[in-house]
């Protein structure tokens, strides 16, 4: 391909989960910082005022009731006809005036409009990376099916072939050694707090250890003595812009009795990383966006219940490369330090062979970038 470096890639994500959402925020700085041109879109963006003003509501259902979240995931269709049609327009005349041409995605339910978009182009070719954020074929590409394959698929991790084929680079600074890591685990319930994490946390705390929780609002805050917490700002959303009129990772805070949350952000990455890197497991559902920061810190996974086959597949990827255990599993060996030991020194030694391979940067899947 020839050096278009100075033509904008846009990287297209959606607010409806950190976990395709926080890795384009991530790459967007990762490709500015080398001189690349891009625009991050939101799918919310093209949403119908009316759907985007039910989001927080179906948020806070899915945080309260489990089961109806992973009903939703078997409910996936075509978001199509749920897109409004001004506002589709109005993105594909900016495209096309701007010649965009070199797309980058992290959720499939913006193949509807790439097809769109194709049409108005012919015969100019368009330059489309689908990232496949899982093991699995996450709901958002499996509704589409073949559809997919008219772009170029882009998969981190093959449960077929049982190894991890790219990495998705967080950080440059090594992983912690074991030894020197805090003593807790972090918890979490993923960027809309749903799954089992409430009672994995009673478990956790009974058998004596420590937490670094993120809190989906303040009434997950019950002050205790093994418990740091953290959370994001509420008031936060992911299809508005900041003060420097940017799309931001959500801010945190820690948490402390009797004061007033104090938010922070960074460019960078995520600062509940960088807990991670200090922690001796993540313990969540297997979402996509967690193996990698699992295998950035080799920061061992526990697993708790997913929400939708995608990360059922999620899960046993990651246990039968040897870098995760199942909740269940970890609770039979007495939440075993022992074992979580042996699970970072495997993915220590992965990492060791993946950077030897030369396949470190997935920025580098496309020789522009």
């Not at 949403?47 to 039910?54: C, H, N, S």
């Not at 900016?94 to 959720?107: C, H």
């Not at 807790?184 to 058998?207: F, M, N, P, Q, S």
């Not at 039979?332 to 470190?360: D, I, M, P, T, W």
Request: with cysteine; net charge negative.
């Amino acid at each position: 391909m020839t050096d278009t470096a100075s033509e904008t890639i846009s990287l297209l994500c959606s607010g409806n989960s950190l976990g395709v959402y926080v890795p384009a925020i991530q790459l967007d700085y990762q490709l500015q910082q080398k001189g690349v041109t891009t625009e991050i879109h939101i799918l919310e963006s093209v949403y119908p005022g009316d759907v985007l003003a039910r989001v927080p509501a179906i948020k806070q259902a899915f945080h309260k009731h489990f089961a109806l979240a992973k009903k939703s995931a078997q409910l996936v269709r075509d978001i199509k006809d749920t897109l409004d049609p001004a506002k589709v327009s109005e993105l594909l005349n900016q495209w096309r005036q701007e010649k965009r041409t070199r797309f980058i995605v992290f959720t499939g339910f913006w193949i509807p409009i790439l097809e769109q978009y194709r049409k108005i182009m012919d015969p100019v070719k368009l330059d489309v990376d689908l990232l496949r954020m899982d093991a699995g074929d996450s709901a958002s590409y499996q509704v589409y099916g073949e559809r997919c394959d008219a772009f170029r698929n882009v998969w981190f991790f093959s449960a077929e072939e049982n190894q991890v084929l790219r990495e998705f680079p967080i950080t440059t600074l090594l992983p912690v050694p074991f030894s020197l890591r805090d003593k807790g685990v972090v918890l979490h319930g993923g960027g809309w707090g749903i799954g089992t994490y409430r009672e994995a946390k009673k478990k956790l705390l009974d058998a004596g250890n420590r937490l670094h929780v993120l809190a989906y609002d303040l009434e997950e805050f019950v002050p205790h003595d093994q418990v740091q917490y953290y959370m994001n700002d509420p008031h936060w959303n992911p299809w508005s812009l900041n003060e420097q009129g940017k799309h931001s990772f959500p801010a945190l805070a820690l948490l402390k009795a009797g004061m007033e949350p104090k938010f922070r952000n960074q460019d960078c990455h995520p600062l509940l990383f960088d807990v991670i890197r200090n922690s001796k497991a993540i313990v969540s559902k297997p979402g996509g966006y967690s193996l990698f920061e699992s295998f950035a810190a080799a920061t061992p996974f526990v697993f708790l219940e997913p929400f939708a086959r995608h990360e059922a597949v999620n899960a046993e990827f990651w246990i039968n490369q040897g870098f995760g255990i199942w909740f269940e599993d970890w609770e039979q060996q007495h939440f075993s330090n022992r074992c979580l030991e042996e699970l970072h020194k495997n993915l220590l030694h992965a990492r060791e062979k993946f950077v030897q391979g030369g396949k470190y940067d997935a920025t580098k899947n496309n020789s522009e970038i």
